[in-house]
C-alpha cells in the first residue's frame, strides 16, 4: 500500500497564479483533510471531507478551495495564490475523526 | 471556539532524564486526545492517543494522562534518547454536530542533548 501520497512535492508560484494540490489513499478512509504547517503555528486545518463528494470549513478556509468527486481523492485549489500562501502543505485521511490520521509526505508551496 | 494550547514551544533535556508536554483543551464536548510526532522534514505520526474515559494510558517509555474536569492532558516521555529529538503536536477532537474534526496545538520542539 502507498498510503498517502501528495502532488507535486515542491512548487514556486507567483502572485495571482492558481495551482492545485493532488491527495491520494489507498487505505478506503472515509475522512480526508488538508492542512498547512508554519513555523510556530503548528498544523491548522484549512478544509476537510466526511466522505466522497462531501467539504467542510476548517480553521483557515479563506483563499482555498477543495473537491471530493472520488473517495480516495481530495484536491485543494488556490485560485489567486498569494506570499501569506506560502507553506508547507500536509494531506491526511482516517477512518473516522477518532482515529488514527495517516499524513502525506507533504507540498512545499513558495508563493513570490 | 475550539482551542488547544500547548506548552512550553521548546523544550531541552539531557539524554535520561524525563520530559513533560502540557495542553489544555477548550470544547468540553472533546472525547479523543492523540499525540504526534514529527521528526525533521519528515511527516507527522501518531505515538500515542487517548480517550476520555481513561485516565491515563502507557505505551514503553510514553504515557499520557488526562483530566477532563480540568480539561487538560499531558505527554510524559521517560529515560529520553536522542532519537526522541523532534516536535510533538498534541490534539484534541472538536463535535461540530454533523461534522467532527481534529484542533491540533502549536507543537514543542524537544531536543535531548547526548
Known amino acids: 500500500n502507498a498510503g498517502v501520497t501528495q502532488t507535486p512535492k515542491f512548487r514556486v508560484l507567483k502572485t495571482g497564479q492558481s495551482m492545485t494540490l493532488l491527495c491520494a489513499q489507498d487505505?478506503?478512509?472515509?475522512?480526508m483533510y488538508w492542512y498547512r504547517q508554519d513555523p510556530g503555528m503548528g498544523l491548522r486545518l484549512i478544509h476537510y471531507s466526511v466522505g466522497e463528494g462531501t467539504t467542510a470549513k476548517g480553521e483557515v478556509p479563506d483563499g482555498y478551495n477543495v473537491s471530493r468527486l472520488k473517495k480516495q481523492n481530495f484536491l485543494l485549489g488556490l485560485e489567486s495564490a498569494a506570499p501569506s500562501q506560502t507553506s508547507v502543505y500536509f494531506c491526511a485521511s482516517s477512518y473516522t475523526v477518532e482515529e488514527t490520521q495517516y499524513f502525506g509526505p507533504g507540498t512545499r508551496l513558495l508563493v513570490l | 471556539g475550539e482551542n488547544v494550547e500547548q506548552h512550553p514551544s521548546t523544550l531541552s533535556v539531557q539524554e535520561g532524564d524525563s520530559a513533560v508536554i502540557k495542553c489544555t483543551y477548550s470544547d468540553s464536548a472533546s472525547n479523543y486526545f492523540p499525540w504526534y510526532k514529527q521528526e525533521l522534514g519528515k511527516r507527522p505520526q501518531l505515538i500515542i492517543d487517548?480517550?476520555?474515559?481513561?485516565g491515563e494510558k502507557k505505551d514503553q517509555r510514553i504515557a499520557v494522562t488526562l483530566n477532563k474536569t480540568a480539561k487538560h492532558f499531558s505527554l510524559h516521555i521517560t529515560e529520553t534518547q536522542p532519537e526522541d529529538s523532534a516536535v510533538y503536536f498534541c490534539a484534541a477532537s472538536w463535535d461540530g454536530g454533523a461534522t467532527n474534526k481534529l484542533i491540533f496545538g502549536t507543537g514543542t520542539l524537544l531536543a535531548v542533548q547526548p
Open positions: 487517548i480517550r476520555s474515559n481513561v
Open positions: 487505505m478506503n478512509h472515509e475522512y
